[in-house]
């Protein structure tokens, strides 16, 4: 039923920016937590950035910290990852994720987009 759809990945040199969005089927972002993954060529999937609705907060990681940003727009059902200064080790396919309940950002997520690739060149 919660369908969400990523756009905005493509090719960009290392320490440009790219925006990418994830429309979702108009559910409420107050009532699940969100965020975006990527998994990198012969990687595993990991977490990049997390808004939960346990506290309200967003969450980050280290690796892209200062230079990732996420937010939404709920008068579109949209959110977004800003990505600046971007270094060729962020390439890999992004994804938008929600879970059901509303946990931490710790906590596995139930709804997955298909993703969009992002291409960072040195």
């Known amino acids: 039923e919660l369908q969400l759809v990523e756009s905005g990945g493509g090719l960009v040199q290392a320490g440009g920016s790219l925006r990418l969005s994830c429309v979702t089927s108009?559910?409420?972002?107050?009532?699940?937590?969100i965020g975006w993954f990527r998994q990198a060529p012969g990687k595993e999937r990991e977490g990049v950035s997390c808004?939960?609705?346990?506290?309200?907060?967003?969450y980050h990681a280290d690796s892209v910290k200062g230079r990732f940003t996420m937010s939404v727009d709920r008068s579109k059902n949209t959110m977004y990852l800003q990505m600046n200064a971007l270094k060729p080790e962020d390439t890999g396919v992004y994804y938008c994720?929600?879970?059901?309940?509303?946990?931490?950002?710790?906590?596995?997520?139930?709804?997955w987009g298909k993703g969009t690739l992002v291409t960072v060149s040195s």
């Open positions: 994720a929600a879970d059901a309940m509303g946990g931490s950002c710790r906590d596995g997520m139930d709804y």
């Open positions: 808004i939960a609705r346990s506290d309200g907060r967003t």
């Open positions: 108009g559910f409420a972002f107050d009532d699940h937590t």
